[in-house]
T-cell receptor
Framework: TQLLEQSPQFLSIQEGENLTVYCNSSSVFSSLQWYRQEPGEGPVLLVTVVTGGEVKKLKRLTFQFGDARKDSSLHITAAQPGDTGLYLCAGPGVRSQGNLIFGKGTKLSVKP | DAGVTQSPTHLIKTRGQHVTLRCSPISGHKSVSWYQQVLGQGPQFIFQYYEKEERGRGNFPDRFSARQFPNYSSELNVNALLLGDSALYLC????????????????FGPGTRLTVL
């Protein structure tokens, strides 16, 4: 069974601080995605990483895919209150089903 | 362009009742997937429909069923509701059946919040 474990589960920081959240698995994934979900909304795709060792940047967000394609991290520089939300990592499940497997998420709160 | 729409936004039911949730995909998208997100958890896959046929099913009991219509909209039905069915039900649409390509990104709707009392 493919599982994605995210840590930490909760993170509360002050505006301007840096943070890193992690997504780990014992299984190899062909790719991983990161989503952000705000209360009352569905998840919104931030990035897809495909190649082992890949690093992608989205403004103040840096995403990294592990060399062995079993883990990924999301680093936020100088966090802002607008970054508050639930950060979910997801990977492909059974290819024929087209489903996504999600981690439980990291709930981030950035206080002004 | 309109995104994925879901109705109703909120719903309160009692144990044993039946519920129907609706989803309209983004125009041009032929695939709809349903996910259940219990409070404090990530979304869990329930079904995927593509071209009106079921193409994938997650580990959910037979009380859960779905269908896709010729206009690619979809309904999720849950019979004999249990307290544990209380969750946010998310619908996602994509162009095709596969996933994780720029062509086939899944776009999520805002969800239907179901409360079972």
């Amino acid at each position: 069974t493919q599982l994605l474990e995210q840590s930490p589960q909760f993170l509360s920081i002050q505006e301007g601080e840096n943070l890193t959240v992690y997504c780990n698995s014992s299984s190899v994934f062909s790719s991983l995605q990161w989503y952000r979900q705000e209360p009352g909304e569905g998840p919104v795709l931030l990035v897809t990483v495909v190649t082992g060792g890949e690093v992608k940047k989205l403004k103040r967000l840096t995403f990294q895919f592990g060399d062995a394609r079993k883990d990924s991290s999301l680093h936020i520089t100088a966090a802002q209150p607008g970054d508050t939300g639930l950060y979910l990592c997801a990977g492909p499940g059974v290819r024929s089903q087209g489903n996504l497997i999600f981690g439980k998420g990291t709930k981030l709160s950035v206080k002004p | 362009d309109a995104g994925v729409t879901q109705s109703p936004t909120h719903l309160i039911k009692t144990r044993g009742q039946h519920v129907t949730l609706r989803c309209s995909p983004i125009s041009g998208h032929k695939s709809v997937s349903w996910y259940q997100q219990v409070l404090g958890q990530g979304p869990q896959f329930i079904f995927q429909y593509y071209e009106k046929e079921e193409r994938g099913r997650g580990n959910f009991p037979d009380r859960f069923s779905a269908r896709q219509f010729p206009n690619y909209s979809s309904e999720l039905n849950v019979n004999a509701l249990l307290l544990g069915d209380s969750a946010l039900y998310l619908c996602a649409s994509s162009r095709g059946q596969g996933f994780l390509s720029s062509y086939n990104e899944q776009f999520f709707g805002p969800g239907t919040r179901l409360t079972v009392l």
